[in-house]
């Protein structure tokens, strides 16, 4: 397991950003900026003000963790974030390109194009092999069949699951199917992958695994990364955090000890890699 | 997006669920099977019809005694009272009628006929010597009776293959005696085997005996209510037809507005009503089974429902990575469109199939129909657009955020 994660995926034009203070360097263009948002919705009579006025700019390279009780304006900020839905009031720039008031078919191609997504329940189709899921978001971006299965298998190496390509998810462990979750994320190439609860399914050290997944595209490629979870040890594998509070943003602050996902693994007792297959 | 690739995706989820989609298809397999099988065993009694009515002679004639009935074709004569049909005017038409070549009056008793301890009930003809040319019989054995039998009114007999049968195991009936209604017949010739004709009826259950015989020793009459007459050609039927028709009317002094006391009615006209009756049959068997097919559509769309409620996390996730709703609804359309499109490839293999192997087990004739292969494909196809379309609908109109929350 190590070994596979230690290899490095050389991709051309990626940035690394070694020193963390270089994310705060103004010249980092700026790929989510969240300009006074409200949400509300209607229920019925009683209008909900899920989200008061957020203003939030997360530039590019970033690995930011969005957290919040339930209730706290955290999921619609995300819903807003990943283009699944549009802000009542505000403006939301993305990668340069204001989405706020898109149509439902504008925003489909956003994120399609922009926009890479990993969910809580992994959301895999089930009886499809692992390389098909990854080529999933590749069909709907109209990919060719053949750079389709290239960057299919580049995709499923990066998170280290080489040799799994026909495995069904049902053939494949908890944090082996949020691996192929992510490798679809990461396929049409986006400028922002949305984490919705990743390791919420997993146990603390498949949790690890995956984090550790995450700081590396974030590190080595510089793949910007917004990470909503509850779990404050999870939210410190992250080098930003920004917490919710009744619909506003309450804390934004940089993390000042990150901790480092590879590091722990190498601390960890190892585990049979046989163990978790069926 | 192209439609090439919502097709892959369509095909690719349909690959899922191989044995649902098996079964979904199955309606519209045996709807379409169904339909070409039934079509096909209509429009193949249709087509025997046809071929034994030319066999008959498309140059056969029926002259009968009385008018016709109004609205109908009647294929029988019957004793309607009349008497308006003389042994006169049928000499007549054939001595005067240029276009005609053969008559044979007929008079038809069912009688007993007995042969020693055996006995078998049949129907007697009397009919001239020229009937076989007429209806192409072909003689077995021995001979027909000879004009000089009709003119004395002689007791001679012809017998069909059945009546032999049952008569004479085995021996040659000719020379021997058949006794009718305590008469004895002379038995001079059998008839060659003609099998059953499209209604099913025993063609071979018949004798023949001189019409004057018949007339004077079996019913005592002289009426004569049905003729059989042969134009010199197919295409002389309707000159024939006509000229007879005149030639009757003159004899029978009929005035300008006075209807005709006879009928002549030629093999087209009975092979029209019996083609009538077996396309009624056809459409009636088609649209039994064309009911099947609807339900089969129905079973799709039931199907795609249940498909669109239990994928909707699935259609949530689709849309999340970057499919426009529309391509979520083609693929659903495209999904319920293969599978109709694919039970109709397989039903019509296996309607083909069920054609050829129906005159084999059942030995019913049929006919394998281009038209009802065609409509079977649009139907099925039309099946799967108009039930696939509600389904698809309701999936393109899913909220992402609420699909991918749907436990």
């Known amino acids: ?48 003000h899920a989200l008061r006025g957020v203003s939030l700019t997360i530039r590019q390279g970033e690995f930011v963790a969005i957290m919040g009780a339930s209730g706290s304006g955290k999921s619609t900020t995300m819903n807003i974030i990943g283009c699944l839905d549009r802000p009542t009031r505000g403006t939301y720039v993305l990668d340069g390109q204001d989405v706020s008031q898109l149509s439902k078919d504008e925003r489909a191609d956003i994120r399609s194009q922009k926009i890479g997504f990993v969910f809580q329940g992994f959301n895999l189709l089930s009886r499809t092999s692992a390389l098909e899921n990854v080529e999933l978001p590749m069909l709907y971006a109209g990919i060719d069949s053949q750079e389709r299965q ?18 069904h998810p049902n053939q494949l462990s908890g944090g082996q199917q949020q691996r192929v979750a992510i490798a679809r994320s990461l396929v ?73 996902a590879s590091e722990e693994l190498k601390n960890l007792p190892p585990v049979e890699e046989d163990e978790e297959e069926e | 997006m192209n439609l090439l690739s919502i097709i892959r995706i369509a095909y690719r989820a349909l690959a899922r669920n191989k044995m649902r989609a098996a079964l979904t298809m199955l309606g519209v397999i045996i709807g379409v099977a169904a339909v070409i099988a039934m079509v096909s065993i209509g429009q ?89 040319g007429i209806r192409k019989w072909t003689i077995d054995s021995g001979e027909f009776f000879t004009e000089a039998d009709v003119r004395s009114g002689a007791r001679v007999i012809v017998l069909g293959q059945t009546v032999v049968d049952n008569l004479f195991s085995g021996m040659d009936p000719v020379g021997q005696s058949v006794r009718v209604m305590n008469l004895p017949f002379r038995v001079v010739g059998v008839l060659g085997r003609k099998g059953q004709d499209p209604q099913g009826r025993d063609q071979d259950d018949i004798a023949f005996a001189p019409y004057s015989t018949v007339q004077k020793k079996l019913l005592g009459t002289t009426r004569i209510q049905v003729a059989y007459v042969s134009a010199v050609s197919a295409d002389a039927t309707y000159t024939a037809q006509v000229q007879i028709s005149d030639l009757l009317r003159q004899r029978h002094k009929l005035s300008g507005n006075q209807p005709d006391d006879f009928t002549v009615r030629n093999m087209s006209d009975i092979a029209e009503a019996a083609n009538e009756t077996n396309s009624i049959m056809t459409w009636l068997l088609g ?54 499109l694919t039970g109709g490839t397989i039903g019509i293999l296996l309607g083909i199939a069920a054609s050829l192997a129906i005159p084999m087990m059942l030995g019913w004739p049929t006919l394998v129909s281009t038209t009802a292969i065609i409509g079977s494909v649009v139907f099925s196809a039309a099946v799967g657009i108009f039930f696939g379309y509600y389904p698809a609908r309701k999936a393109a109109a899913l909220d992402p955020i609420e699909a991918l929350r749907y436990e």
Request: hydrophobic share 40%; net charge negative; proline share 4%.
């Open chain 2, 44 to 132: 193949g009694a249709s087509a025997s019809v046809q071929a034994q009515i030319s066999n008959m002679g498309t140059n056969l004639l029926f002259v009968s005694a009385g008018a016709q009935n109004v609205g109908g074709v009647r294929s029988g004569t019957g004793d309607n009272g009349t008497n308006t049909l003389t042994e006169d005017d049928l000499q007549a038409i054939q001595r005067e009628v240029p276009s005609v070549s053969m008559m044979s009056p007929m008079v038809n008793s069912r009688s007993q006929l007995v042969v020693g301890n055996q006995n078998w009930n049949t129907s007697i003809q009397g009919v001239s010597e020229q009937l076989p």
């Open chain 1, 188 to 260: 049409n190439r986006p400028a922002l992958i949305l984490a919705d609860e990743p390791t919420g399914n997993l146990d603390s050290r498949t949790s690890i695994e995956v984090m550790e997944i995450f700081q590396r595209l974030n590190r080595e490629q510089g793949i910007t990364l917004v990470l909503v979870t509850h779990e404050p040890d999870i939210a410190e594998y992250a080098s930003r955090v920004v917490v919710f509070k009744d619909g506003r943003i309450k804390k934004d602050y940089q993390v000042e000890h990150q901790r480092d």
């Open chain 2, 287 to 340: 649209s039994i089974a064309g009911v099947s097919l609807l339900v089969g559509g129905i079973g799709i769309m039931n199907i795609m429902l249940v498909s669109v409620t239990e994928r909707t996390r699935e259609i949530g996730v689709r849309l999340a990575i970057g499919a426009r709703s529309s391509a979520v609804k083609k693929q659903f359309l495209i999904e319920s469109i293969v599978l109709s």
């Open chain 1, 1 to 48: 397991m190590a070994a596979l994660l230690e290899r490095q995926i050389p991709t051309p034009g990626a940035q690394i950003w070694h020193d963390q203070n270089l994310i705060e360097q103004p010249e980092a263009p700026a790929v989510i900026e969240l300009d006074h948002i409200h949400k509300t919705y209607t229920m019925g009579d009683v209008e909900v």
């Open chain 1, 150 to 167: 290239k960057r299919s298998k580049e995709a499923l190496a990066a998170v280290g699951l080489v040799g799994r390509e026909q495995n």
